[in-house]
């Protein structure tokens, strides 16, 4: 069987054109990061709220109001949320600045109490070793320098609640728009894409939102049983971590793991938090999530580590929440044309599967 070498010309030709794309888009996103990362935060936060107001239409009483109703109503928690988030952020920041000082006066109790308790209190190298660490760490520069970052989220969440707000008001008049910018069977193929995206994507957030608000409840519970202090904004922090994929469960176990020790100054307490918030972990990872999201984000475990660390190199944490959704649309995206659909399905889970999927959207 012979190849057409003009169909491997314009093969090679599509994938070189395609590095030259990522590359440049690599780039504009690196260097427009202030600007398009609100914009990104903003259009994955229409797609929670669009899901959430089709929910509110499904509960028996909502079910008889007007869809204007429920989207102010999702509308109103959405903003609550966000500003309320960024509140307990910047309040329970200052709080743990001023306690830093007794925080370090703690850690280095309980490292003297185990030192003498495992007969380490008098070896020099012991004491030149803490001298060279322990005794160097300003635990409140430490904490001063988190604030003033986590502070800069404040004018962040204005714009995406602007955003947000923009987006939802003008996504009625996007239907007759894609009919005017993409006429005859371009219309119906571009829209199919989009809704392809929408149905995906919203339905993905909307219930992975769920399952971390059902963590951060149980987390809440876990630290506040347990006497940690801030156990409310640890809480909230474990919730938006999980949104990573594989690390955030662990740096969401980390963070007040850490803070239990300079505040107790005690292992056994320290040992009791980390276990009960690891087996939720477990469990939610485990146990509830497969079985509520199942295998609606159909990508490779290879391709959610490498675009893991390909948008938190870009964007840090915020590009490592938001690498999945991103992700994932372009997949759906390459998936709906023949000359990318070979890539697509390079990076899905479930080959078989979305390869059918891909050709229902191809009208040839």
Request: glycine share 6%; charged share 10%.
């Given at each position: 069987m012979q190849h057409n070498p003009k169909t491997w010309q314009q093969t090679l030709q599509t994938l070189v054109f395609l590095l030259l794309f990522i590359i440049l888009s690599g780039w504009l996103l690196q260097v427009g990061?202030?600007?398009?990362?609100?914009v990104f935060i903003a259009a994955i936060s229409m797609y929670i709220?669009?899901?959430?107001?089709?929910?509110?239409?499904r509960l028996p009483l909502l079910n008889r109001t007007p869809e204007w109703l429920r989207r102010?109503?999702?509308l109103i928690g959405f903003i609550a949320t966000m500003f309320g988030l960024s509140h307990i952020i910047v309040t329970t920041g200052e709080?743990?600045?001023?306690?830093?000082?007794?925080y370090q006066a703690n850690l280095e109790k309980m490292i003297v109490q185990l030192s003498m308790k495992m007969g380490w209190g008098q070896d020099p190298d012991l004491k030149m070793?803490?001298?060279?660490?322990?005794?160097?760490?300003?635990m409140q520069s430490v904490f001063t320098s988190i604030l003033s970052a986590l502070s800069s989220l404040t004018g962040m969440i204005v714009l995406v609640v602007v955003y947000a707000l923009f987006m939802l008001s003008e996504r009625g008049d996007f239907a007759s728009k894609l009919a005017l910018a993409f006429p005859g069977q371009g219309a119906a193929r571009t829209k199919n894409l989009v809704m392809d995206v929408n149905r995906k994507i919203g339905?993905?957030?909307?219930?992975?939102?769920?399952?971390?608000?059902i963590l951060a409840v149980i987390s809440f519970i876990i630290l506040w049983l347990c006497g940690v202090e801030h156990a409310l904004f640890w809480a909230l922090i474990i919730g938006l971590l999980n949104y990573i994929p594989y690390i955030g469960s662990l740096l969401g176990v980390v963070f007040p793991v850490l803070l239990s020790i300079v505040q107790f100054g005690s292992l056994h307490m320290t040992v009791l938090v980390a276990s009960l918030l690891t087996v939720a972990q477990m469990y939610v990872g485990n146990v509830l999530e497969p079985k509520m999201i199942g295998k609606q984000i159909n990508l490779s475990p290879f391709v959610v580590l490498v675009s893991l660390s390909l948008?938190?190199?870009?964007?840090?944490?915020?590009?490592?929440?938001?690498?999945?959704?991103?992700?994932?649309?372009l997949v759906i995206i390459f998936s709906a044309f023949k000359s990318t659909r070979a890539l697509a399905i390079l990076l899905v889970d479930d080959p078989s599967a979305y390869e059918?999927?891909?050709k229902s959207l191809d009208p040839q």
């Amino acid at each position: 069987m012979q190849h057409n070498p003009k169909t491997w010309q314009q093969t090679l030709q599509t994938l070189v054109f395609l590095l030259l794309f990522i590359i440049l888009s690599g780039w504009l996103l690196q260097v427009g990061q202030s600007f398009l990362l609100p914009v990104f935060i903003a259009a994955i936060s229409m797609y929670i709220l669009v899901t959430l107001t089709e929910w509110l239409g499904r509960l028996p009483l909502l079910n008889r109001t007007p869809e204007w109703l429920r989207r102010i109503l999702v509308l109103i928690g959405f903003i609550a949320t966000m500003f309320g988030l960024s509140h307990i952020i910047v309040t329970t920041g200052e709080k743990i600045v001023s306690s830093a000082p007794a925080y370090q006066a703690n850690l280095e109790k309980m490292i003297v109490q185990l030192s003498m308790k495992m007969g380490w209190g008098q070896d020099p190298d012991l004491k030149m070793l803490l001298e060279m660490s322990i005794d160097k760490i300003n635990m409140q520069s430490v904490f001063t320098s988190i604030l003033s970052a986590l502070s800069s989220l404040t004018g962040m969440i204005v714009l995406v609640v602007v955003y947000a707000l923009f987006m939802l008001s003008e996504r009625g008049d996007f239907a007759s728009k894609l009919a005017l910018a993409f006429p005859g069977q371009g219309a119906a193929r571009t829209k199919n894409l989009v809704m392809d995206v929408n149905r995906k994507i919203g339905d993905y957030l909307a219930i992975k939102t769920l399952i971390n608000l059902i963590l951060a409840v149980i987390s809440f519970i876990i630290l506040w049983l347990c006497g940690v202090e801030h156990a409310l904004f640890w809480a909230l922090i474990i919730g938006l971590l999980n949104y990573i994929p594989y690390i955030g469960s662990l740096l969401g176990v980390v963070f007040p793991v850490l803070l239990s020790i300079v505040q107790f100054g005690s292992l056994h307490m320290t040992v009791l938090v980390a276990s009960l918030l690891t087996v939720a972990q477990m469990y939610v990872g485990n146990v509830l999530e497969p079985k509520m999201i199942g295998k609606q984000i159909n990508l490779s475990p290879f391709v959610v580590l490498v675009s893991l660390s390909l948008w938190s190199s870009l964007w840090g944490v915020a590009g490592a929440i938001l690498a999945i959704p991103l992700t994932s649309i372009l997949v759906i995206i390459f998936s709906a044309f023949k000359s990318t659909r070979a890539l697509a399905i390079l990076l899905v889970d479930d080959p078989s599967a979305y390869e059918a999927e891909a050709k229902s959207l191809d009208p040839q």
